[in-house]
């Protein structure tokens, strides 16, 4: 079992910065690739960045160039560095985490609010 703790949302003016913070605990060793995926109301969860264990990243085109993810193998935390936020970027921001077999894990998420 693994588990993912976010921290670090919150409410930012368009244009402003946050970071999240996902502290994973438990059966590490068995993750492949951790990420962030957001749900804004309404709509479908999506999958935002994600980084592998060997540190390739991916983003969504909607967040390219303003969102940057990172992992700290020591602390065993993956961060999402959030700029020039928009107001469409406003959503429950959650940690995920790749098991063996096709297992995801899940943090509860954290609330990103995006408005002036």
């Known amino acids: 079992q693994v588990q993912l703790v976010e921290s670090g949302g919150g409410l930012v003016q368009p244009g402003g910065s946050l970071r999240l913070s996902c502290a994973a605990s438990?059966?590490?060793?068995?993750?492949?690739?951790m990420g962030w995926y957001r749900q804004a109301p309404g709509e479908q969860r999506e999958l935002v960045a994600g980084i592998t264990s060997g540190g390739s990243t991916y983003y969504a085109d909607s967040v390219k160039g303003r969102f940057t993810v990172s992992r700290d193998n020591v602390k065993n935390t993956v961060y999402l560095q959030l700029n020039s936020l928009k107001l469409e970027d406003t959503a429950v921001y959650y940690c995920?985490?790749?098991?063996?077999?096709?297992?995801?894990?899940w943090g509860r998420g954290t609330q990103v609010t995006v408005s002036s």
């Open positions: 438990g059966s590490i060793f068995s993750i492949s690739a």
């Open positions: 995920h985490a790749a098991g063996p077999g096709s297992v995801d894990y």
